[in-house]
C-alpha cells in the first residue's frame, strides 16, 4: 500500500500548547499535504510541500520534510479549541499520476 | 460555483437499489476526483477525471461503481445494487489542472450514503 501513516492516531492538548503530528510514507512523493477535516465531511487544504522543500510556514502552522526519512510533521503553534479536527497527510506519489493517496489521519481535540 | 457542491448531502437507500451521487466541481476546474471515507477511517480514492476522460479509475471497487462526466463540468457516481459495506461519505474534489503539478485541490462536503 502507499498510504501514509499518521501518528499519533489520536492526540489530545490544552489550548496554548503547541501540537505535533507527524506523517510516514513508503514511496518517492512529488509533493505532500496536509488537510484537515471537521465533523467527517468535507476536507480543507491546509499547506502543500513539495518534494524538492524541506520546511513551509503558514500562520500558526510549520510543515517539515524529510524526504531521506520518507516523513513529514505538521506543528500547530499556540492551539485554539477551535483547532480541533481531524488532520490528514496525503501525498502525490511519483508515478502516481494525479492521485493523491491519503494517511489515516490525526484527531486533535484541543480542550480549553 | 463558488466551492464543490454535492448532492444529496444524506442518502438513505435499501440494500440492492442502485444510487447516482452528483458533483459540481469548481467553475473551471479541469481535473475532477471521487474518495470514499469510511467511518473514522481515511479517504479512499475510487477515480479521477480530465476533462471528461477517466485517466485513472483504479480505485473504483467494484463493477458495481461507475462514474462519468459531461461538459467537463457535473460528474455522476453511480453505485448499483448497494451493498451495506458501501456505506461511507463519498467526496468530490476538484482542481485546476492535475495535482501532481502541485495544484490544490478543493473537497465538496460530501455525500454521506447509508444502506439499509
Known amino acids: 500500500s502507499q498510504q501514509g501513516e499518521e501518528d499519533p492516531q489520536a492526540l489530545s492538548i490544552q489550548e496554548g500548547e503547541n501540537a505535533t503530528m507527524n506523517c510516514s510514507y513508503k514511496t518517492s512523493i512529488n509533493n505532500l499535504q496536509w488537510y484537515r477535516q471537521n465533523s467527517g465531511r468535507g476536507l480543507v487544504h491546509l499547506i502543500l510541500?513539495?518534494?524538492?522543500?524541506r520546511e513551509k510556514h503558514s500562520g500558526r502552522l510549520r510543515v517539515t520534510l524529510d524526504t531521506s526519512k520518507k516523513s513529514s510533521s505538521l506543528l500547530i503553534t499556540a492551539s485554539r479549541a477551535a483547532d480541533t479536527a481531524s488532520y490528514f497527510c496525503?501525498?502525490?506519489?511519483?508515478?502516481?499520476?494525479?492521485?493523491?493517496?491519503f494517511g489515516t489521519g490525526t484527531q486533535l481535540k484541543v480542550e480549553l | 460555483g463558488a466551492g464543490v457542491s454535492q448532492s444529496p448531502s444524506n442518502k438513505v437507500t435499501e440494500k440492492g437499489k442502485d444510487v447516482e451521487l452528483r458533483c459540481d466541481p469548481i467553475?473551471?476546474?479541469?481535473?475532477l476526483y471521487w474518495y470514499r471515507q469510511s467511518l473514522g477511517q481515511g479517504l479512499e480514492f475510487l477515480i479521477y477525471f480530465q476533462g471528461n476522460s477517466a485517466p485513472d479509475k483504479s480505485g473504483l471497487p467494484s463493477d458495481r461503481f461507475s462514474a462519468e462526466r459531461t461538459g467537463g463540468s457535473v460528474s455522476t457516481l453511480t453505485i448499483q445494487r448497494t451493498q451495506q459495506e458501501d456505506s461511507a461519505v463519498y467526496l468530490c474534489?476538484?482542481?485546476?489542472?492535475?495535482?501532481?503539478?502541485?495544484?490544490?485541490?478543493?473537497f465538496g462536503e460530501g455525500s454521506w450514503l447509508t444502506v439499509v
Open positions: 467553475s473551471g476546474h479541469t481535473a
Open positions: 474534489a476538484s482542481s485546476l489542472v492535475g495535482q501532481a503539478l502541485g495544484n490544490t485541490i478543493y
Open positions: 496525503a501525498t502525490s506519489f511519483t508515478g502516481g499520476g494525479n492521485k493523491l493517496t
Open positions: 510541500i513539495r518534494s524538492n522543500e
